[in-house]
């Protein structure tokens, strides 16, 4: 398992790399968009889809809203990440009341229709992102990267209050601490880099640790989605790494939130 998780990191960490931050454009578009289409794929999964034709159909339908996004809306509208907003919100609510929430999302298509919120913002903010200069999409990468660094040191040496027990065992309130105080040295480097002053440095933070906290909503979302469906990843297309959602499920809510927050707030 160990050699499958190196091998496949050694792959896919400069493939990443590459088209993130050596691609623009619509060369950057198709590509966050294969991403998040595969992540389509596993999403319909765990609504219940499991046979290849509705998933596919799944797949077809965000690719094909993706493509009038392209035309319409995606260098210009904040709106679809104000959507993305309320969906979240709603996130958040089904998280903190499982497992009473369950009777409101059990239907397949319920589950289905919040992917449209979950990955197609998450596209969007990545575009926009980008149009606005790669030093904010990298930011928001690491914001996620510090984050779960700063979450797994913290919750193995000092966790002890779990944060949302019937959905996710493993993950502590002393491991979100942790993953704050990360982000928050960050953001305070990245200021002194960039040189955004006193005022600009304040803003950054709050942003930060606002995008830190939904970071940790959406890895728990689909960690409930996961636990109702019956399954441990969402799905085999990464050796040793499970399925893209588990990789990107952080990102589909900080970007979407970051780029509400950095471009449009």
């Not at 454009?25 to 595969?38: D, E, I, K, Q, S």
């Not at 193995?156 to 209050?161: I, K, L």
């Not at 502590?172 to 005022?199: H, K, P, Q």
Request: proline share 3%.
């Amino acid at each position: 398992m160990l050699r499958q998780r190196v091998l496949t990191a050694l792959v896919l960490i400069p493939l990443a790399l590459l088209g993130l931050f050596g691609l623009s454009g619509v060369g950057f578009a198709l590509f966050t968009a294969v991403v998040v289409l595969l992540a389509a794929w596993e999403w319909a999964n765990l609504s219940g889809f499991s046979a290849t034709l509705s998933r596919l159909a799944y797949v077809l339908a965000i690719a094909l809203v993706m493509l009038i996004s392209w035309h319409t809306f995606i260098a210009f509208a904040a709106w679809p990440l104000w959507l993305a907003l309320l969906g979240w919100l709603v996130s958040f609510y089904w998280v903190a009341t499982y497992p009473d929430s369950l009777k409101q999302w059990s239907r397949p298509w319920l589950r289905l229709l919040s992917g449209v919120w979950v990955l197609l913002p998450c596209w969007i903010g990545f575009v926009q992102l980008r149009l606005s200069g790669a030093e904010w999409l990298l930011y928001v990468l690491l914001i996620v990267w510090f984050a779960d660094v700063g979450a797994y040191f913290a919750g193995r040496r000092f966790g002890r209050r779990k944060l949302a027990p019937r959905v996710s065992p493993g993950k502590s309130w002393e491991g979100v601490y942790g993953g704050m105080i990360a982000t928050a040295f960050l953001a305070i480097g990245f200021s002194i880099i960039l040189g955004l002053g006193a005022a600009g440095g304040l803003e950054l933070m709050v942003t930060t640790v606002i995008v830190t906290l939904v970071s940790v909503l959406g890895d728990l979302l689909e960690s409930m989605f996961k636990r109702v469906r019956g399954i441990k990843d969402s799905g085999d297309l990464l050796p040793g790494h499970g399925g893209v959602l588990d990789r990107i499920d952080s990102l589909t809510a900080a970007v979407p939130l970051f780029a509400l927050l950095r471009l449009w707030g």
